[in-house]
């Protein structure tokens, strides 16, 4: 049933063949499981998925922090091995700047580094708080007298 678990599948999107599918698992879950259902089946897909994959990253982040092999993270989980054919689903999508290009590449980080003498504000300036006038205060009074009256 590739279509629950491979994203590159045509059939993955259908939800009437993932219906089908599930159905179809559902089925046999039940045999272990009397009360199952289609509910409780995807979210057993989703709880799997999510294990295999922190196990995964945390292989990863093993081997990348230099150690050496012996040193390399043991999955915990009995099933790891046998949930290996959705290592290539496991790809992380490039991720996509959402600044500008136009933005200078060096941006001062504290509000120290950003000196007096830098043409045109600051982004880390801090921004002035609203101050309120006299006639904005009597303004919001009255209309709080007003829709008190109307609820009185």
């Known amino acids: 049933m590739r279509n629950l678990w491979e994203v590159k599948n045509p059939l993955y999107r259908n939800k009437l063949a993932r219906k089908a599918s599930l159905e179809k698992l559902l089925q046999f879950v039940k045999t272990q499981v009397p009360d199952a ?53 496991m790809e992380v999508r490039e991720s996509l700047s959402t600044l500008p290009s136009s933005l200078p590449s060096t941006l001062p980080s504290t509000p120290a580094e950003a000196s007096e003498d830098q043409p045109g504000p600051s982004i880390l300036e801090e921004v002035e708080e609203p101050s309120w006038s006299q006639e904005d205060v009597s303004q919001d009074e009255a209309l709080e007298c007003g829709t008190q009256e109307e609820v009185g």
Do not use: C, H
Request: a positive charge.
């Open 37 to 89: 259902d289609i509910d409780f089946v995807e979210r057993k897909i989703g709880s799997f998925r999510s294990t295999y994959r922190k196990e995964l990253n945390k292989i990863q982040a093993s081997m990348k922090s230099g150690a050496a092999a012996e040193d390399v993270y043991v999955p915990s989980m009995w099933y790891y091995t046998r949930m290996r054919f959705m290592e290539d689903q």
